[in-house]
Structures are given as C-alpha cells and as structure tokens.
C-alpha cells in the first residue's frame, strides 16, 4: 500500500494545503480517504480524480468532505459509465443520502460491527469520541500489512488495542501537549503515547493545526512516541507500508 498525502490542515485550508485527504494505493487500484477542501486539486496532481476507484469518509464535518460535491460533479461532467462507490456511516442519514448523486456517484454504508471487503483491502471501523458520528479505519491488505487512521477523536482506551501492532499510525493530532481537558481532537503527548502503548511500527501526525510549528508538534509526539519514529503529515508525502 502507498499513502500519499493531499492534505493535512485540521478545520480549513491554509496557504493553498487542503484539509484531510489522503490517497491510498493497492496494486492498480485507487481510493481516497477522506475528501477535504482542496483534496480535489491535489489529487488531479497525481491522477485522474474520475479513475478512482472508490472514496472512504470518515464522517461529515467539512473538513473531511468539502470537496466531495465537487468530485460528484466532475464524475458526472466525465460521463463515466461506472458510479464512483463513496463509503460512509449511516448515522447521519441526510448526509449519508448526499453521496448518492445522479449518474455519478453511489453512497454503500459501512458499519462498525463487521468488515468491510473493498476490493483486496479490508476496512474495520470503530465510532471514536466526536462532537458528531466519526469513524476510525483499520485498513489490512492482502498481505496483512495494516494502516490504522484514527479520523477525527479524543484519547479514549479503545484505540490502542484497535492500533496494535499497525504498520503505520495516521494519527489526528490537533493540539500541542498543553493543550488538556476536554477537547475533540488528540493533543501530541496523547498522540504519541498511543503509538508507544499500541506498538505501530511508524507514526504520522496530521489533522495539524495552523498556528502551531509542525516541527514543535513533531518534536513533542516524539518525546512521547518514544522508539516508535515519527514523521508529520505535509503535502505530497508518500509512505509505502
């Protein structure tokens, strides 16, 4: 599997980098994993967006899906004779409608007490602690290589064992260590302690902040990752797990 990543900014895009959205390959195929602003004009930097093959949302905050619509539309401008498989949660239900689209694009729900089977991959999920519905992936090839992306949570127990023994960790990691108490997103100290208790060969923090060095940020995820290495999420990366 290759991940590349087309965004990493938590809440909006800054200084022409988008929000989440990476690209996953398998083989010959393509998918996208979360769909934030600007993941569409990235993405077309590397493939065409209407060759691929399907889209896995984590859940429907803006950040994770405003590009979305946009990729409807160029499906459907393409004229493609395939609908685009988008992947959600069916917690939402209005938003879960939405990506179904004309001849474009079909919404297939996923759910968190079974696997999901996409072509050679398969994708457990796990609701993590969010404002809204958010889904974490645990994604296991065919040759049982595993990428774990927590999406959008707090620290809570349940996330190390669903991280153990990853081969890479795609962690939300939007606030520095001194930032505590109650939050939506994992601060670095909880960021890189997950990786140490879980035992991932490899962690990547993303879902950044702005206004934050990501060379602070990287340093302090570090310190608590302990041997596990770490890298920061930034445009165009690509890790082959």
Not at 140 to 151: E, F, L, P, S
Request: proline content about 4%.
């Amino acid at each position: 599997m290759l991940v590349t990543v087309l965004g990493f900014y938590g809440g909006y895009p800054y200084k022409g980098i988008g929000t989440s959205g990476y690209l996953l390959r398998d083989s010959d195929k393509s998918y996208l994993i979360d769909c934030g602003s600007g993941v569409l004009n990235s993405l077309a930097s590397y493939m065409k967006p209407t060759d691929l093959d399907g889209v896995i949302l984590s859940h429907y905050h803006h950040d994770h899906t405003a590009d979305v619509g946009v990729l409807q539309y160029e499906w459907l401008a393409a004229k493609k004779e395939n609908l685009l498989p988008i992947y959600g949660h069916t917690q939402d239900f209005v938003n879960f409608a939405q990506l179904s689209f004309d001849n474009a694009t079909k919404g297939i729900a996923y759910n968190d007490y079974e696997p999901t089977q996409i072509d050679n991959l398969k994708f457990e999920f796990m609701k993590t602690v969010h404002p809204v519905p958010a889904y974490a992936m645990r994604i296991t090839d065919k040759n049982g290589k595993v990428i774990v992306y927590t999406a959008d949570t707090t620290y809570f127990d349940g996330l190390v064992d669903f991280a153990k023994d990853a081969d890479l960790l795609i962690a939300d990691t939007n606030f520095p260590e001194d930032v505590t108490g109650r939050k939506a997103h994992l601060n670095t100290k909880e960021a890189g302690t997950l990786a140490k208790e879980s035992n991932v060969k490899r962690l990547m923090i993303s879902h950044l902040p702005q206004t934050v060095d990501a060379d602070t940020m990287l340093s302090q995820s570090q310190k608590y990752a302990e041997n596990v290495p770490v890298i920061h999420a930034f445009q165009g990366l690509e890790i082959e797990v």
